[in-house]
């Protein structure tokens, strides 16, 4: 643990709930058991047959066959053939996120036919994306209330996955129904259709591995809702002081250790390159230090760095007009480190992580750092900028540099780092590059099975060359013409952040507008589900 650093906050009170300010709080029974939660849906777990339960609408999962069998074909008897004559005509096959919405004269008033697709292809990433689709259709139609069959998995071939089918279930549904309306007016007379309820009906076998589960998704679900709201919310509300906030709060309810280092404990460890960053902006910056430590102190811990930049109008380097309000989305890097400590800390993990959040504005003034400007980061290496909207780099190297106080097993920085990236893999990966082809692989296989898919690129010595500056050590973008421009924000990076694994993962593409059946537009919350996934199966 590093010595001389400011006051910390630590409460030793262990809150397994976490609570978004967004979110009403709901009473959830599974079974016997309540719990506590900040989510905008009520889920029920019930054993009830699913020909006997009352409900709005019953959400059938379908193979991708020919004709139904099992519950689905005593259904289909009770509806006269509707379901077969569907099959038959074509207007649905079990294709996956198919939908068919029918009449119902049982207990269940409609019934809606859902595609998970072929049953060797069946995946928990496939069922949440499934889940997702089915609840946006309904709550669309304005049902309230939805039950979702799923103890015809065991005919499915599926029933030793109960309890991972029901939590993804819930993941999905619980995400595809995230709404930000925080600055909307209210219309009691007409509040917007939002559904309340989604009960899952279940077999009776594997009850408690089922419970657990579900609960397990739902505080999967609120870390990615925290992310989404602080990615949401204007920068006029979201500043570095306003995350710095938001981390001292967040460490208070969970078993997390909270550090801010504001400008003069900068200034005295010598982040010049952060601190550059944010001198044209009237908002201080904050260098924001999580430490959450489940394991025995001698396991040295992994470092997750989140690029800060709560708005970047570019700087001197001004950016265009259009589309700029997006630039709250800048701190998404920040947002979703803020979101995985509290995750790690209610899912009670055993494991060490810190989170290093760098947060700051980026906007023209007369006291703004100017094109050509040299900077002297923590690390004693002078920086050249040639580009002041190329400032994430610049706030990350001195935050990367912090981490080495650590001694980090490894470390994973995310942020919005390049508009390259979009050109290279649009909104549905995000890049990641690094000096450890194990680290990156284990994060590749992470991002395939929650759907946050992330893609490596290259970093070879000639791009760490295109950033190497006449008259400093670094410049912080490579000369016009060179290309490349994602790895090259790499490239930057790379001295410093030591020796350890390290990796880089840039989320400009599907931080906001990441295409998944459980986003919607706007923040994605991505990089959550993809860290907690990589950490649980790397510890």
Not at 109 to 115: A, C, K, M, R, V
Not at 380 to 397: P, Q, S
């Amino acid at each position: 643990m590093p010595a001389n650093e400011p006051t910390t906050t630590r409460n030793p009170k262990f809150r397994l709930i976490a609570v978004s300010h967004k979110y009403k709080l709901l009473i959830l029974h599974y079974s016997n058991r309540t719990f506590l939660k900040a989510v905008m849906i009520k889920i029920n777990q019930k054993t009830d047959p699913a020909l006997n339960h009352k409900t709005e609408c019953l959400i059938l999962p379908c193979l991708e066959i020919k004709q139904p069998i099992g519950l689905l074909k005593e259904i289909d008897d009770n509806l006269q053939g509707a379901i077969s004559a569907a099959f038959k005509n074509k207007r649905f096959s079990g294709k996956p996120n198919q939908t068919l919405l029918l009449n119902s004269t049982g207990k269940a008033s409609n019934i809606l036919l859902l595609g998970i697709g072929k049953a060797k292809e069946v995946t928990a990433e496939k069922i949440c994306q499934a889940a997702a689709t089915a609840v946006k259709v309904l709550e669309k139609s304005k049902f309230k209330s939805v039950a979702v069959d799923l103890s015809n998995f065991e005919s499915l071939g599926k029933g030793g996955l109960y309890g991972e089918l029901a939590g993804a279930v819930t993941e999905g549904a619980g995400l595809a129904l995230y709404h930000f309306d925080n600055y909307k007016s209210k219309d009691e007379d007409d509040p917007p259709a939002r559904m309340e309820k989604l009960t899952l009906l279940t077999s009776k076998a594997e009850q408690t591995t089922i419970e657990k589960s579900i609960a397990r998704a739902e505080k999967i679900v609120n870390a990615v809702h925290i992310a989404r709201d602080l990615v949401s919310h204007p920068g006029n509300t979201v500043t570095p002081t306003y995350l710095a906030e938001h981390a001292k709060k967040l460490a208070r309810k969970n078993k997390i250790t909270c550090k801010v280092l504001g400008k003069k404990e900068m200034k005295k460890l010598g982040m010049g390159s952060l601190l550059g960053v944010a001198q044209g902006s009237d908002e201080p910056p904050a260098l924001i230090v999580l430490e959450y430590n489940g394991a025995a102190k001698k396991n040295a811990p992994t470092v997750i760095v989140g690029k800060g930049i709560t708005f970047d109008t570019g700087g001197i380097s001004l950016k265009p007009g259009g589309g700029m309000d997006e630039m709250k989305m800048d701190m998404s890097g920040a947002a979703t480190t803020l979101a995985t400590l509290e995750l790690i800390a209610n899912l009670k993990l055993k494991m060490n992580v810190v989170g290093i959040v760098a947060a700051a504005e980026n906007m023209p003034s007369g006291s703004a750092i100017k094109p050509g400007d040299i900077l002297k980061s923590m690390s004693g290496k002078t920086i050249e900028v040639l580009n002041t909207d190329a400032e994430g780099r610049l706030v990350l190297a001195d935050a990367l540099t912090y981490a080495q106080r650590y001694k980090p097993k490894e470390v994973i920085d995310l942020a919005t780092l390049t508009g390259a990236v979009l050109h290279a893999l649009g909104h549905q990966a995000a890049a990641v590059i690094g000096n450890n082809p194990t680290m990156i692989q284990k994060l590749k296989d992470a991002g395939e099975a929650t759907g946050e898919r992330v893609w490596e690129l290259p970093l070879w010595e000639e791009h760490e060359k295109a950033v190497t500056s006449d008259i400093a050590d670094l410049k912080n973008i490579a000369s016009p013409g060179v290309g490349a421009g994602t790895t090259m924000g790499a490239a930057f990076l790379k001295p410093f952040a030591g020796d350890q694994p390290w990796t880089h993962i840039d989320i400009a593409g599907t931080a906001w507008g990441f295409d998944r059946p459980y986003t919607n537009k706007g923040a994605s919350g991505f990089g959550v589900r993809l860290l907690l996934n990589y950490l649980e199966k790397t510890r």
